[in-house]
C-alpha cells in the first residue's frame, strides 16, 4: 500500500513539473518574441520617423550581421537549422546549453533586421538547451531529460504556430512512428497526455501574457472558408507541377549558395546578407522579414497585383530564405516558405480565375503550399496540421494528399545529409 501511494505522489509530482516546464518555455517564448516585436517596431517604423532618413534602419541591420559574424567566427555557427536541432536529439539524446546566450542574439538578429526566416529555429533550439540545462541541474528531471527536450520542442512549435496538434504531430513523426530510444517507463499514451499537459500550460502562460502587456505575435491569417468546385479541382494540374518546380528552386538554391558561402569568409557574408536583407526590406518589405504579417497584408490586397508580380515575390522570397540561412542570419523557413507559396498560389488563382481570383485564392494557394511542405519536409500529417492554421479544414483532405504527393517527390539537389535529418 505504501509503494502504491508512493507511486501515486510521484507520478502527480512529474505532472506538476511537467506543467511549470511547459509554462516556463511558452514564459521564455513570450519574452523572445516580444522582444523581437518591440524592437523590429524600433528599428523599422520608429527610427526612420524620428531621424526622417528612410534608409536609417540599414545602419542597424549592417551593424547586426557584423554582430553575428563576429560571434559565429568565436562561438560556431549558431543558431541551429530545426532539423539539425531535432536531428542531434533523436541521434545524441543531448542538446548542449553551454552557449545559450549566443543562441538567443543569433537568433534575435536576423528576425529584427528583416532577414526572410522565421522564428522557430532559434526558440526550438533554445528550449531544448534549457531542458537539458534543467535535466542536469534539477535532480528530479536527471531521469527524464530526453523526456523533457521533447516536451519543450513539442510547446514551442505549438505555441508557434498556434496549434498545439502540430507541435505534438512534428515531435513524434519525427520518430518515424517507431519507439526508437524509447523513455524510461512511459507509454506512447503517456507521452501523449505530458505533451498535451505541458502544451496547454505554455500557451495559457502566452495567453495570461498576451492579456496583460499586449501580444508577442500575430501569427498567420486564415482563408474564409471558400468552397472547393470542380474548376478548382481541375485547375490543381496547373498547382501541383507549380509546387513541384518551386520545391525544385528551393533545392537547387539551397544547393548552390550553400556551396557559395563555404567560400566566404565568416563576418564578411554575415555582413553581406545583413546589408542586402537591409536593402529588401526598405525598398520591397513584402519580401522581408518572416511574412506572417505580410501574408495578412497580401491576402487583402492581391487582386490590385498583377499575377507576374505575385509569382516575382514568391521567387524572391524563395531565394532571399535560402540566402539568409546559408550565409549566416539564420532561423527557420516555415514562415517564409508559406507566405512565398500562398503568393504562387494568388498569382495562379488570378490567372486561371480573373473574373473572380478571389473565390479560388485559397484552394490555389493551399494545393502550392501543400505539395512544397510535403516535399521539404516528408511529413504528411504534420504538413496537414501546420496548414489548417491558414486554410479552411474543409480541405483538409486535399490538403493532405497533396503532402503525401509531395512527400514522394526526389530532388537531384537534396544532400544526403540533409535526407537523414528528415
Known sequence: MKAVVSGFINRIRFLIFTALLGAFAGAVIWCFLKAVSICTGLIWNRLPSVTGISWSPLVVCIAGGLIVGLLHRCFG?????????????????????????????????????????????????????????????????????????????????????????????????????????????????????????????????????????????????????????????????????????????????????????????????????????????????????SGEEEMGELMVSFVSYSPLFLAGICIIKILLTVFCINFGMKGGHFFPLIFACTSMGMALSSLCFSGDPLSHAAFAAATVTAVVLGAQLKKPFTVSLLLLLCFPVKILFWIFLCAVLGSRIPSPFTSKEKIEHV
Not at 486564415?222 to 496547373?238: C, E, H, M, Q, W
Open 77 to 289: 555557427d549558431y543558431p541551429d537549422e530545426l532539423q539539425d536541432v531535432m536531428g542531434k536529439i533523436k541521434k545524441d539524446r543531448y542538446y548542449d546549453y553551454h552557449p545559450m546566450g549566443i543562441m538567443l542574439v543569433c537568433a534575435f538578429f536576423p528576425l529584427v533586421c528583416g532577414a526572410s526566416v522565421g522564428p522557430e529555429a532559434g526558440l526550438t533550439g533554445i528550449i531544448a538547451a534549457l531542458c537539458y540545462w534543467v535535466g542536469d541541474n534539477v535532480t528530479f528531471a536527471k531521469n527524464n531529460t530526453d523526456m523533457f527536450s521533447e516536451i519543450g520542442e513539442a510547446v514551442t512549435l505549438g505555441q508557434l504556430f498556434h496549434s498545439p496538434l502540430f507541435g505534438i504531430m512534428a515531435v513524434e513523426e519525427s520518430e518515424g512512428g517507431t519507439d526508437e530510444n524509447p523513455v524510461k517507463g512511459l507509454s506512447k499514451g503517456n507521452k501523449l497526455l505530458l505533451y498535451g499537459i505541458s502544451t496547454v500550460s505554455g500557451l495559457f502562460t502566452a495567453f495570461i501574457l498576451n492579456e496583460l502587456f499586449g501580444a508577442a505575435m500575430g501569427g498567420f491569417p486564415a482563408f474564409s472558408d471558400v468552397p472547393a468546385g470542380k474548376d478548382d479541382y481541375l485547375t490543381s494540374l496547373i498547382y501541383i507541377p507549380a509546387g513541384i518546380l518551386l520545391y525544385e528552386i528551393f533545392e537547387l538554391s539551397e544547393k548552390c549558395l550553400k556551396g557559395l558561402s563555404g567560400r566566404i569568409p565568416v563576418i564578411v557574408k554575415e555582413t553581406l546578407c545583413a546589408t542586402i536583407t537591409g536593402v529588401i526590406g526598405i525598398v520591397l518589405p513584402m519580401a522581408a522579414f
